[in-house]
């Protein structure tokens, strides 16, 4: 017979799940496994929050196993390595992103792209090496290998830190991998939210031209004078969509919602890309003529691995770049899900784990 979620691992554990579709979390105990030779285990003091938490509470991906405890963007401070634990020690500041686990052994992990490797172990909504379940960072301490522990440079917040986790690394990895990174690059990001937001942020410091693509007129001013964007289009003003048509190098596509991709396609020169970093729920249509007329490209980038998370973190770091978060106690994590759902939040929210989550 199967154990129960707090019986499975020796360590008690707590914090708040989803046990259904109503995506609703509410308080749960569980448990983490032991620290073992080449594990860190810390306590949780802050975790943001993602859209992909939403989809992933509501089953709206339909790969959702319940209980089910999101977070993925999770930060702490250490409080145990094991005995074969080199990089790491007690009292260090760290973080955990989307996975705690791969193969190690195939294409894509031994390309340090272990976000790719067929084999993942999610943070949470997955099943760990020992065939228990994955539990994420809405919760009181986490347990990883140290090859998942990404270490928090001393001039960051914690609390700011953690977004950087998954929207950090989701912007500057497709920015790094598809050249987008060049002083001079003219760069557009669709979407200003959690994604989008940090995408500037990152392109700016990469030395790019940055246009902010938005269907809100109110997000123009936001996107200039505060993120440092260098031009702002309302994706509905067709005159303003018109006059920028075959200027930007690349695009990176945040949006979470359907949308069409025809109008950003012709904002591309010649041999620019579309890179999705953001989910929707359904398919788009994708239109082939413009692809076809400028050899136009769209691509999709998803995470990164520990190497470049932790080339990324130090990056922010080094720029002082920094979300724009809204720090929250855990028992307003439903209506941050609310909010988060009619995007009413600039531009993450993060849960204040240490203060605020008390077991029952």
Known sequence: MAKAPEEEHPMKAFGWAARDTSGVLSPFKFSRRVTKDEDVSFKILYCGIC?????????????STYPLLPGHEVVGVVTEVGSKVQKYKVGDRVGVGGMVGACHTCESCENNLENYCPKVILTY???DHDGTKTYGGYSDHMVANERYIVRIPDNLPLDA??????????????????????PGT???VVGLGGLGHVAVKFAKAFGAMVTVIST?????????EALGADSFLLSSNQDEMQAAMGTLDGIIDTVSAVHALEPLLFLLKSHGKIIMVGAPEK???????????????VAGSGG????ETQEMIDFAGKHNITPNIEVIPIDYVNTAMERL???DVKYRFVLDIGNTLKAA
């Open 216 to 224: 809100s007129p109110s997000k123009k001013q936001e996107a200039i």
């Open 304 to 307: 990164g691995g520990m190497k």
């Open 341 to 343: 759902a009619k995007a």
């Open 283 to 297: 398919p788009l249509e994708l239109p082939v003529f413009p692809l076809i007329i400028g050899r136009k490209m």
């Open 186 to 188: 003219k760069v557009g």
């Open 125 to 127: 909504n997955a099943v």
């Open 161 to 182: 830190a953690a977004p950087l986790l998954c929207a950090g690394i989701t912007t500057y990895s497709p920015l790094r991998y598809f050249g987008l990174d060049k």
């Open 51 to 63: 859209h992909s938490d939403l989809h992933s509470a509501k089953n709206e991906w339909g790969n």
